[in-house]
């Protein structure tokens, strides 16, 4: 038996706190996979979706995309899943399955993004929700359901870049934000064997960030403290969301320098377009990960005891847990629990 009603917590309209909110269950298709929520992680992204820094969210809105729990139902067509099975589920619970992306494998940049992402219908700050069988992923045994909700997002968008550009030398990288994704984001780069140099406005963010294992420490907040570190990194992999001059953080690069942008910086965002021309320096993003990537995250954080930095709330309390994270005092994410 599933629940007749799903019960969540909804934005019903820009700026406002979540509110209780519920709906019928949407009927499974054939591949997809009702998973009843355990766990979910609150990430930046859900609280730039409340206030619709990206302008597609529509309302009534239930955020969550870093979702543990156990499936619940499984349509026809899904045979290599069980009602009981402890499952996670990301950022991505569907795409087309026939665009250029979906078909060479990377359905994360799925040509509908927009209209398929786990936002449709909602997300997993509520009992349950349904995602299509290919974006839900069996979780190893031994990891604890908080560290595994926050590698389904945090964990594969810092993984995926980091992973694709190691290069088998012991490159110089400047990890911009000791956060929910920065703090992963020096455990993974550790273990890739990068030189790790965590960038941080926040000086008591150094004995943490040397502990997760970063090579070395630098106050980042301004021209003055960035000018030391000109053509230092071999690439920068920003996971900020907060202010800083990033023409100077530019400037910190290499020449043939990359940055990889994982974080939102506050808009508008500006830096000086010479230095891109003269020292041949490239600004990039990085969305997520492939199911395939995922999969691998996955292994190898179990693997080589990647542990993402948990405070455990009740779902309940989830606009204090907004809060929280608004004013920068999660240590590191925040997962909320469904109380059974
Ligand atoms: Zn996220
Ligand atoms: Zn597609």
């Keep these: 038996m599933f629940e007749s009603v799903v019960k969540g917590y909804a934005a019903n309209a820009l700026g406002q706190e979540l509110e209780q909110f519920s709906y019928d269950p949407p009927e499974l298709n054939d591949h997809d996979v009702r998973v009843s929520v355990t766990h979910c992680g609150l990430c930046f992204s859900d609280i730039h979706a409340i206030d619709d820094y990206y302008g597609i969210t529509t309302f009534p809105f239930v955020p969550g995309h870093e979702i543990v729990g156990h499936v619940s139902e499984v349509g ?3 045979s290599d899943l069980r009602k009981g099975d402890r499952v996670g589920i990301g950022w991505q619970g ?3 399955a026939k665009c250029e ?25 509520s009992s349950s929700t349904t995602a299509d069988r290919r974006f839900v992923y069996p979780l190893p045994s031994s ?34 934000g000791v956060g929910g994704l920065g703090h992963l984001a020096i455990q993974f780069a550790h273990a890739l064997d990068y030189d790790v140099t965590a960038l941080s406005s926040s000086p008591d963010k150094e004995e943490e960030a040397l502990a997760l294992g970063a090579d070395h420490f630098r106050v980042a907040r301004d021209k003055e403290s960035l000018k030391p ?33 994982v974080g939102f910086p506050p808009q508008p965002f500006a830096f000086e377009p010479v230095d891109l021309v003269v020292y041949q320096l490239a600004v990039t993003g990085s969305f997520l990960g492939n199911p395939k990537d995922m999969r691998e995250m996955l292994t190898f954080a179990q693997e080589r005891g990647i542990k993402p930095r948990t405070e455990l709330m009740p779902m ?24 059974p």
């Excluded at 992999?237 to 023409?247: A, N, Q, R």
Aim: aromatic share 10%; charged share 20%.
């Design 76 to 78: 026809t067509g899904v």
């Design 143 to 176: 990891m604890p359901s908080e560290m595994a909700a926050v590698l389904l997002c945090a964990g594969i968008a810092v993984y995926s870049p980091l992973r694709s550009r190691a290069s088998g030398h012991r490159q110089k990288i400047g990890i911009v």
């Design 316 to 339: 309940s309390r989830v606009n204090d847990a907004i809060r929280r994270v608004k004013e920068g005092r999660a240590r590191y994410r925040i997962v909320l629990v469904n109380e």
């Design 229 to 261: 570190m000109k053509f230092t990194f071999d690439w920068l992999l920003y996971t900020g969301h907060g202010k800083s001059d990033f023409t100077w953080l530019l400037r910190t690069l290499k020449k043939n320098g990359v940055m990889v942008m």
């Design 101 to 125: 992306w979906c078909s060479k494998g990377e359905p994360h940049l799925c040509a509908d993004i927009a209209e398929m992402g786990v936002w449709t219908p909602y997300g997993g700050f």
């Design 94 to 96: 569907r795409s087309c």
